[in-house]
């Protein structure tokens, strides 16, 4: 049969690796690190397991899909479950706020704590499925490079809703607008981070995003988020998928103007399509570097990174559930940090994720394991050192005031992930975690489109190109690359 070669075995390496298999390609996938997953992936220090990169998932039918493509009952191999409550806030006032995945019950949460009407929580995520409802089918689920996709109906019902889909406002102006307490207007403006943007630059139509969370749902895998890769792993070597680890991949192979292998270990690997999940940018410094460079794409601003601190804390916070925020007390500032002057705010609003909650196994008896992650900028070549050493210590003040704790002496084990770090281990330019920001209302079309324009089958997928990055993203790629391609037997 015909060959196809994948260049990383990130989420969407591996997806991609599952639909070519299921159009008849016989796939090989050459990964530089010594296990798959790349950003999804876990770590293990003593008794305490951790998600090592995402925490929040969405969209689960992304993944239950290519179950379904191989003929097999994703019930069987993948479980997960509904998030009652998708996260807790908690500021330094003392007020506290669960989001509750039922909408009556969160209307109701916020009126009584925040004294916010319930009417604009319904607004607010009637607008988010409106947007979602306009802009899905264009900008998730199609190739935004071919012709076809603009002629369309659904582009054209698009274009008569502009100014009502937020093109031509910001996040946090709508939210703005929207909100009477400006603790409702934070909790909505967080959604930008979810792709690693800015709030107050991000147009509104970033107001999609709380769309997947309450009104399709926050879900945790029963096994930890690492089992998405694990499951769909295995999935795709049940189908012959071949994948070779400490296998950094050297260069992609170009032949009069079409992509004819690769090279690994000074091996030629020849193959009639080539698919590069590895980080774009990054890609073509190194892998591609002889290629004609796509340079206004290449120069696009990256999204923000994260300083994580996988700690193993010997105490139960019983009012801590999976997601838990403790929000800085001036949001504006801290992005002002992040975006403006490459830095990180003294009062950060930190994450913390506790999948011990849900999997009491990820940590001793009595214990918890906290994934505890601030927004900071992608690497510009900060002294990070000291930049760490000042958050660490801002992280846990912030702590201790909120939680009313003393925190230093709880943490028995510690491991440090930061931008460098993150590009060290996945090949993400400038440590960024979600490919290109979405600071500006052109983002969407200038991503890199899942084909080469200039070499013949040359294929893209992940998170650094279209549609953007984030777990259903990614596996969006995929799905919209594999689709571009024949099958196997008519590629001979
Ligand atoms: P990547 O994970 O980027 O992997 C690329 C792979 O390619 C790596 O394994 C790398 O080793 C390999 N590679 C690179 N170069 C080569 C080469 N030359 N040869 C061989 N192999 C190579 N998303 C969410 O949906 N929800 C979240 O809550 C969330 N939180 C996040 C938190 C953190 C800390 C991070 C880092 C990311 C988070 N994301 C989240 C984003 C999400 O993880 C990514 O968008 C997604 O995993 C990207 O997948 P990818 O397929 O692009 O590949």
Known sequence: ????????????GIASSIRLASKGYQVEVFEANSYPGGKLSEIQLQAYRFDAGPSLFTLPEQVEELFLLAGKDPKEYF??????VACHYFWEDGKKVKAWSDLDRFAEEVETRLGESGAHVRQALRRSAYIYDHLAPLFMHSSLHKLGTWTGPQALKSYLRMGKLGIFSTMNKANEELFSSPKMVQLFNRYATYNGSDPYQTPATLNIIPHLEFNIGAFFPKKGMHDITLSLFKLAQSMGVKFHFNSPVEEILVENGK??????????IPADLVVNNMDMVNAYKTILKKQKQPKKLLEQPKSSSALIFYWGIKKVFPQLDLHNILFSEDYKREFEHIFKLGSIYEDPTVYINITSVYKPDDAPPGCMNWFTM????????????????????????????????????????????EPRTIELKTSSANGALYGNSSNNRFAAFLRHANYSSEIKNLYFCGGSVHPGGGIPLSLLSAKIMSEMIPTADSKQ
């Open 1 to 12: 049969p015909a060959k196809a070669v994948i260049v990383g075995s990130g989420i969407a």
């Open 79 to 84: 479980e997960y479950q509904k998030l009652d």
């Open 259 to 268: 992509s004819t292998g690769i090279r690994v270990n000074q091996q030629k």
């Open 374 to 417: 601030i927004n900071v900028p992608n690497n510009q070549g900060q002294d990070w050192d000291q930049l760490i050493a000042d958050a660490r210590k801002s992280i846990i003040q912030k702590i201790n005031r909120i939680l009313k704790t003393d925190l230093e002496p709880l943490i028995e084990v510690e491991e440090i992930l």
